[in-house]
């Protein structure tokens, strides 16, 4: 069982079983990732085939029969998707995953039903995956998941864009998706792909191919795609009433109307039409009106159920009491709630005080709209399809036009279940669908929003934008008042009403000014997206130049936040020069925000690369604080600021090698720090902490290793006590500064302490990754690099291996999306490291790939930046000589080498020095692949005399390092002399030294 605080137990084929209030969970073969009190994080079953429902009780409502799950139509009509489906699956990546969206009704879940089903056919083990503590769980029992003869693992996972990206990522580390040559596909069902670049970022880290696929409407070019799937529903649905012959029924309106581009539209229409047959009425001629037939159907079950009571023998004997007013009221909560465990079900009731007891509404509702497994504990089922809830919820508001009676009681009910507040639980506490108003999961016995919240949100806005009414009348107003609402319910609902093009201006200006400030991991993306929405009509709505930049200031730092880098510095770059304009008219108000401003533009330059640049804007912004503070006004907040930046340039100087001068700037802004302390001036514990991890790695780099371990030791002390506070925002920085702390140990050779230093960061990486792996990515590729660094020193090879290869893959990710110098310079490192440790046991096979690639890594950077890179090229050109030559491969490594001695000699000519012992080296390994490959022998000795001259040099000056391989060299040259003079030869030789 593996908890969802990083803490891993091989699984293997064992039964883990986890039993909550006498529900016992168990699985076989795979892993079951729980909260830290036990609760399921989410569970996995085995696809079944559906159980059909008895045909009364589905004609008692007959909305039932379009719920997908029950599968009463016969499938047709999405062939094509179906056939797309089946080439996805059967093509050639181990691990792939697809992400199907479409808007709701469009017939995803009924597809991929099918799809699950032709899939178990053909030999492939069918897995979903339903979401943890108030989902509907599968039956009590086992779920044996052990992959004995399948052809591959097929895993759905419906409403995908519904799971925080936490959830999704911890399934997709499944042991069930890892096993070793068996294929997986992992189908994620969505409405839009607002979620998916996270999702995908996430998937990336498993190396999984990822494609989406679009579900179109249903065509209406003159195809028979929708008469087709009306005929075939229509018959379906004809069977249960027991209509033989349904060919005369024709549809209620012409099936080429846009309104039918959706199969759930098709399927209604069919339905409608068959029930009106049966009954002896009219079907109505549009969708609104289908939608309408469909509720009064549900408003007569609930008449009927509670029928008439007067004139029974014993009234006292009745089990259904709900009268039909009531339910209807209900029935309007629970599709906000959604399924809801019984304690949440009937606070939802008392709250809105009707005229009957919890407990018996709760049953008579059960009756009315049973859970999918009757098993399990949940109350509140909504209706189905979700897009008929969505439509209710619409027509039961005041508002609209359609032939529906809205409901006075609607709005208040609306905002009563929205609103309501609970005491937080330790079950609640672990499940992270909601925040807390600042940002981070509540705790214990706080007050605390809903636990669905992060369903209703998104369910009134998929309601607002088919019918305005929603969200001009009720969900823009309650945001308004209640904007904390949309950061409760979680980033899929930030991102939602971020995308809704007719969302309320001021609704959205409301929540952005409650978003939790600093970083935030969950709800990163859907913060950035809520405040680039706001920002284009605060700027049209004014001419002051100051909130201009402001506004694009603030925008900037969100997006980067959120792993935007690019459009980050894009932005900051807009803001820096609204504030140079600023400054230059108004230096005493504006110059602070412009230096600030460019501390923070030189960070986003830094990500991208753009080292040269963010030095200059760092230097522009040390001088012009320095200005300020020699001002007339100055104050400790200049002082303070000078500090800042003046660690900020420390940061920019060491990215081009400037180590000196990096750590005279870390030195002073120390000082600075230090006699704002003295004099009284207080900072926070994350600021100090802040300023010691900057000073520890500018001492580390000059080489002051034991200055540097107390500064980062510091820094760690700080973000562990920041972290207590506020661990939403400072968890990344403890994590960066224990990885940086493992490093100084490490030099310091202290190896126990530095192995569980870079343990524990990257076990924080793992936690921030899933959450916003975006944002977090380099971080983790860093910490694992570290790590295989230190596993290798305590002799654990194979481990170093594992968490170096990890740290290439995530390099390799983050290239490919944004080659930066940044990136491609970090890439190159690990895959020298990862080809080194597979040199060490002889595996040059896998070796050779891994320093080919770290070879076009290279070539890139040279492409860039020649002098910083184009030794490491001809370091990484050697090495790939002489793994051919290990694998015989001669030809491919004499053309390798002779790159490199190419370039060392041009490197050589300008500094001797540096570069003198890598071309001897280079020289000598050219001229042993002259000889074995039977070149002229006059060629041979004199590329090996060039080598022989260099190192008989090297050896006069620095005897102990250079002696030794200059006597190999001599004694070679003597060997092959006399071949020279026409003797045959007489041996191959094989790796230069």
């Not at 079951?32 to 059909?52: K, M, Q, S």
């Not at 696929?213 to 529903?233: C, F, I, N, T």
């Not at 068959?274 to 009425?281: K, M």
């Not at 900037?556 to 807009?574: I, K, S, T, V, W």
């Amino acid at each position: 069982m593996t908890e969802a605080d990083g803490s891993d137990l091989p699984s293997g084929s064992r039964q883990v079983v986890h039993v909550e209030s006498g529900f016992g969970y168990g699985a076989i073969g795979a892993d079951i990732h729980v909260f830290g009190d036990g609760t399921p994080l989410y569970l996995l079953e085995l696809w079944r085939v559906p159980r059909t429902p008895e045909p009364d009780w589905l004609l008692e409502s007959p909305s039932r029969m379009l719920n997908a799950r029950y599968e009463v139509a016969d499938f047709t009509g999405r062939e094509e998707d179906l056939a797309e489906l089946h080439q996805w699956r059967d093509s050639r990546p181990r691990l792939a995953a697809r992400w199907l969206y479409g808007p709701g009704g469009r017939g995803k879940t009924r597809l991929a039903a099918e799809f699950a089903a032709r899939s178990a056919d053909q030999g492939w083990t069918v897995v979903t995956a339903a979401h943890g503590p108030g989902t509907v769980h599968p039956p009590p029992g086992s779920q044996d998941l052990r992959l004995r003869h399948a052809r591959g693992v097929l895993l759905i996972v419906d409403y995908a864009d519904r799971w925080p990206l936490t959830h999704l990522s911890w399934l997709f580390s499944n042991a069930l998706l890892h096993q070793p040559g068996m294929p997986t596909r992992i189908l994620l069902l969505a409405r839009t792909a607002d979620t998916w670049p996270g999702v995908r970022a996430t998937l990336a880290n498993h190396e999984a191919s990822t494609s989406t696929h679009q579900l179109a409407p249903l065509s209406s070019d003159g195809s028979d795609q929708r008469a087709e799937m009306y005929d075939a529903a229509r018959s379906s649905f004809a069977a249960f009433y027991g209509i033989t012959d349904p060919s005369d029924i024709p549809p209620p309106a012409p099936l080429d109307h846009e309104d039918f581009g959706l199969t759930l539209a098709v399927h209604m229409a069919a339905l409608v039409a068959v029930d009106a047959r049966a009954t002896g009425s009219r079907p109505p001629p549009d969708m609104a009106g289908l939608t309408v037939y469909l509720l009064d159907r549900e408003h007569l079950h609930w008449a009927r159920l509670h029928g008439d009571g007067t004139h029974e023998l014993d009234p006292g004997e009745r089990t259904y009491r709900t009268p039909p007013q009531v339910m209807n009221q209900v029935v309007f909560a629970a599709a906000l709630s959604g399924a809801v465990s019984a304690p949440t079900g009937a606070a939802i009731l008392d709250d809105l005080g009707l005229e009957l007891d919890a407990p018996q509404i709760l049953a008579d509702h059960g009756v009315c709209y049973p859970p999918a497994n009757l098993t399990t504990p949940t109350v509140l089922e909504p209706l189905y399809p979700d897009r008929l809830a969505e439509d209710f919820l619409a027509m039961t508001l005041p508002g609209h036009t359609a032939d529906y009676p809205a409901a006075p009681w609607a709005p208040a009910t609306a905002e009563t279940v929205l609103t309501a507040e609970t005491v937080q639980t330790v079950e609640a506490a672990h499940t992270a669908r909601t925040w807390g108003p600042t940002g981070n999961v509540p705790t214990v016995g706080e007050v605390v929003p809903p636990p669905y919240l992060s369903r209703a949100i998104p369910t009134l806005t998929a309601a607002a934008e088919r019918w305005p009414h929603v969200g001009s009348d009720y969900l823009y107003p309650l945001l308004k008042q209640h904007p904390q609402l949309a950061v409760q319910a979680g980033n899929a609902a930030l991102l939602a009403l971020a995308m809704q093009e007719s969302a309320d201006t001021d609704a959205l200006e409301a929540v952005e000014t409650v978003l939790p400030n600093g970083p935030h991991a969950d709800l990163a993306v859907g913060i950035a997206a809520i405040t680039h929405r706001v920002i284009g009509p605060r700027i049209e709505r004014t001419d002051n130049l100051r909130l201009h930049a402001t506004y694009r200031t603030e925008l900037a730092e969100r997006l980067y936040r959120a792993g935007f880098h690019e459009r980050a510095a894009d932005m900051a770059r807009d803001g820096v020069e609204i504030w140079r304009q600023l400054a230059d008219d108004e230096p005493f108000f504006n110059a602070p925000l412009l230096a600030s401003s460019l501390n923070w533009y030189g960070a986003y330059l830094a990500e991208l690369g753009r080292r040269e640049e963010a030095l200059e804007t760092a230097e522009e912004a040390v001088a012009l604080n320095r200005r300020l503070i020699d001002g007339d006004y100055a104050t400790s907040h200049d002082e303070q600021s000078l500090g800042d930046a003046l660690g900020n340039l420390a940061t920019r100087l060491s990215e081009v090698g400037r180590g000196a001068e990096a750590l005279a700037a870390a030195e002073e802004s120390a000082a600075i720090r230090d006699r704002l302390g003295a004099d009284g001036v207080r900072f926070s514990v994350s600021q100090d902490a802040t300023a010691q991890l900057n000073l520890g790695a500018r001492l580390a780099d000059q080489g002051r290793t034991e200055e540097a371990l107390a500064a980062t030791e510091k820094a760690v002390i700080g973000f562990r006590k920041a972290v207590e506070v506020n661990p939403a925002a400072h968890t990344f920085d403890l994590a960066m500064a224990l990885n940086n702390y493992s490093a100084h140990l490490f030099k310091a050779e202290r190896l126990a302490e530095a192995l569980a230093a870079a343990e524990e960061s990257v076990t924080l990486w793992r936690r921030l990754i899933l959450k916003s792996s975006l944002a977090n990515e380099q971080g983790l590729a860093m910490a694992l690099f570290n790590l295989g660094t230190c596993q290798v020193a305590a002799g654990h090879q194979a481990e170093a291996y594992a968490a170096t290869e990890e740290s290439a893959g995530l390099y390799r990710k983050l290239a490919a999306g944004n080659a930066t110098v940044h990136h491609d310079e970090r890439l190159a490192t690990v895959l020298c490291r990862l080809s080194t440790l597979l040199q060490s046991e002889e595996r040059y096979d896998e070796a050779l790939p891994i320093t080919t690639e770290t070879v076009t890594v290279l070539r890139r950077l040279v492409a860039t930046d020649p002098a910083a890179h184009e030794a490491g090229l001809a370091q990484a050109l050697f090495e790939q000589c002489m793994l051919l030559t290990a694998l015989e491969r001669e030809l491919e490594a004499r053309f390798a080498v002779e790159q490199a001695v190419d370039i060392r000699k041009r490197l050589a000519a300008a500094d001797p020095a540096a570069h003198l012992p890598r071309l001897a080296q280079a020289l000598y390994a050219s001229s042993l692949l002259k000889y074995n490959m039977h070149d002229d022998m006059s060629d041979v000795l004199n590329t090996l005399s060039e080598s022989l001259v260099i190192y008989q040099r090297l050896a006069a000056a620095d005897p102990e390092t250079f002696a030794h391989t200059a006597r190999e060299v001599r004694a070679t040259f003597a060997e092959l002399l006399p071949e020279a003079e026409g003797r045959s030869r007489s041996r191959q030789f094989g790796r230069a030294p």
